[in-house]
Every structure is written in structure tokens, then in C-alpha cells.
């Protein structure tokens, strides 16, 4: 039974930082593209970023260069996202998410995702 738990959000003011991480269980982790997705109120889920099996390819929305970072620990089995100088327009529900192949940024390309961690950036 695969499972991806999220954890690390929270509130923050505007220029803060916070650091996501998503623990993975059930699955051969160090096999598996990661991603991180997130969904803002009444808005469609969008991709924020993504990270090869192996650590060495990352691929970010354009939104988010520059502030956040995608990294991950196949030895703990956890992905994680450093994300720092935050806008209230990060603000959403963020969510992990699991594929065997090469890095995708389309929601449907994952095949498992975690229940999500609410990021609320104040102003």
C-alpha cells in the first residue's frame, strides 16, 4: 500500500520561509520521479516542481525559480521543499505526488499523491 505524507505547512508571514516535506512508504522510493503540486481556492491544481529518481534533475514552475528548492533523501524516503521568500500568492493546499518515469509537470502523470499540507502566506 503506497502512502505519501505531507507535513511542514503552516502560517507565514510574506518573506518567510517553510520547508514541506512528504515521506513516502509502499513504494521503492528511489525509483520513483517526485513532484510537488499545489491548489489554491477555487483554482485548478498546478505544478510547482519536480525531482529525478536520482536527485540530479529538477524542473520548477516559473513562479517559484529562484525562491524555492526541491530536493530529496532516497535513504529516508522523503522529498522535501525548501520554499523561501513567500508571497500570499503561494498560499494553497500543496500536495506530493509519485511517478515511475521521467519528470512530468501534468497532474495526470502521477500515479500516487499524499492527502496535502495547507502553506497560508499573510500580507
Known sequence: QVQLVESGGGLVQAGGSLRLSC??????FASYTMGWFRQAPGKERE???????SG???YYTDSVKG?????R?????????????LK????????CAARRLAIMAKSN???????????TVSS
Do not use: C, H
Not at 515521506?23 to 521503492?28: L, Q
Not at 525562491?67 to 530536493?71: C, L
Not at 502523470?109 to 502553506?119: H, I, N, S
Open 56 to 58: 540530479r534533475s529538477t
Open 47 to 53: 505544478f510547482v516542481a519536480a525531482i529525478g529518481w
Open 109 to 119: 502523470a502521477y500515479e500516487y499523491w499524499g492527502q496535502g499540507t495547507q502553506v
Open 73 to 85: 533523501d532516497n535513504a529516508k524516503n522523503t522529498v522535501y521543499l525548501q520554499m523561501n521568500s
Open 88 to 95: 500570499p500568492e503561494d498560499t494553497a493546499v500543496y500536495y
Open 23 to 28: 515521506a513516502a512508504s509502499g513504494v521503492t
Open 67 to 71: 525562491r524555492f528548492t526541491i530536493s
